[in-house]
């Protein structure tokens, strides 16, 4: 009597086996390095390489792929569309396998991992702290933070160049994007602590717009919101210079060259009661939010998922240390409602 066993197996998955043999993850790396900073030699600096070897790597690699992966273009480099195919793929890889070291660090019981955010200049005054406190409790993360103005957060969005993105305006009328309040963004009129008008009460916007004014660069959320807001009473401020940073048009404010509309965030360090004043002007406060953005059909990592749900549960805290900051502020968050961020956070958990 003779007896069979069954074996199942299962089916092998489709393996890219040419490019397994002849494409190395250093080489990706590289490659991806190039065109994220555009240019070899900033990219040998960042991986500490020489530029013969980021060449070699390069020529290796295009000779895999059998196509060029980069063009010259003056003195810096840009990808190909073949390039432009690879690094949308490198990303994808390098992500995956940051969550695969992720994952496998939670089996350890440990967090580790990267995180890359994108945000608009005002957020630099106060997200320091809020990183430091996350930081406290994942202590293995490695955290990557750059500084952009709302039009180059939104090629930073459309490029997927980071994790989490952090804006003064969700850019849902031009892309598909997630978006959650996080904290109050007032923008107040600003003036040296001398000026006359300091003290005064329900202060008419046409006065401001006598004054010599400040302005943020071209791109800028702020300028925009400024702007609307005299243009709705058929005002235009009597702009005086563009400045590309709130710290040069604070400095500038105190010089006595203008007034100046800026986010109360930009205060947090010297206060309300330092060089800078803060007018009672009529239409303002400009009641803004902050907001955490990222692409709709982008799958987090484990790191910014972390970091997301953390922001969103200490909301409550921000309104309460920018209330402190400016004891006036009190009456205008009375009207305003988290009610975005937070419905979203409660769809998130169920």
């Known amino acids: 009597m003779s007896s069979s066993t069954e074996q199942t197996h299962t089916p092998a998955a489709a393996m890219p086996d040419y490019l397994i043999r002849h494409v190395t993850l250093r080489q990706l790396q590289v490659f991806e390095s190039i065109v994220r900073l ?3 030699t900033r990219a040998a600096e960042e991986l ?4 013969p070897t980021v060449s070699m790597q390069i020529k290796k690699l295009a000779d895999s ?3 060029p992966l980069f063009e010259h273009v003056g003195r810096n480099v ?5 390039g432009l195919e690879l690094y949308q793929s490198c990303r994808k890889i390098f ?3 940051a969550n695969l070291e992720m994952k496998m660090a939670d089996l350890k019981g440990m967090k580790r991992g990267r995180l890359r955010l994108g945000i608009i200049t005002t957020a630099k005054y106060f997200l320091p702290t809020v990183l430091g406190e996350f930081c406290q409790n994942y202590p293995g993360i490695e955290v990557a933070l750059e500084v952009f103005n709302r039009h180059r957060i939104i090629e930073r969005i459309i490029a997927n160049e980071d994790d989490l993105y952090i804006m003064g305006q969700a850019p849902s009328d031009q892309l598909d994007v997630e978006a959650f309040q996080f904290a109050p963004n007032p923008l107040v009129v600003m003036a040296p602590r001398d ?3 300091v003290g005064k009460k329900k202060i008419p916007l046409a006065r401001i717009a006598e004054e010599p004014f400040i302005l943020r660069e071209p791109g800028s959320g702020t300028r925009d ?8 009473q058929g005002l235009r401020p009597h702009v005086r210079m563009d400045l590309g940073s709130n710290e040069a048009i604070k400095h500038a404010i105190v010089g006595g060259l203008g007034l100046s509309v800026l986010s109360l965030h930009t205060l947090i360090l010297e206060g309300t009661d330092g060089p800078v004043a803060v007018l009672d002007v009529e239409d303002f406060p400009i009641m803004r939010q902050l907001y955490i953005v990222y692409p709709r059909t982008k799958e987090l990592s484990l790191v910014a998922h972390a970091f997301l749900e953390y922001v969103l549960d200490n909301e409550s805290r921000r309104r309460k240390r920018m209330q402190k ?3 006036q502020l009190a009456k205008y968050l009375q009207n305003e409602q988290p009610a975005e961020g937070t419905a979203r956070k409660k769809k998130r958990r169920d």
Do not use: N
Request: hydrophobic residues 45%.
């Open 38 to 40: 555009g240019s070899f």
């Open 48 to 51: 500490f390489l020489t530029q």
């Open 65 to 67: 792929m059998g196509l």
């Open 78 to 82: 840009r990808p190909t569309e073949a």
């Open 95 to 97: 992500d995956t396998i």
């Open 195 to 197: 000026h006359p008008l």
């Open 225 to 232: 919101a400024t702007l609307k807001v005299f243009g709705q």
């Open 325 to 327: 900051l400016w004891p």
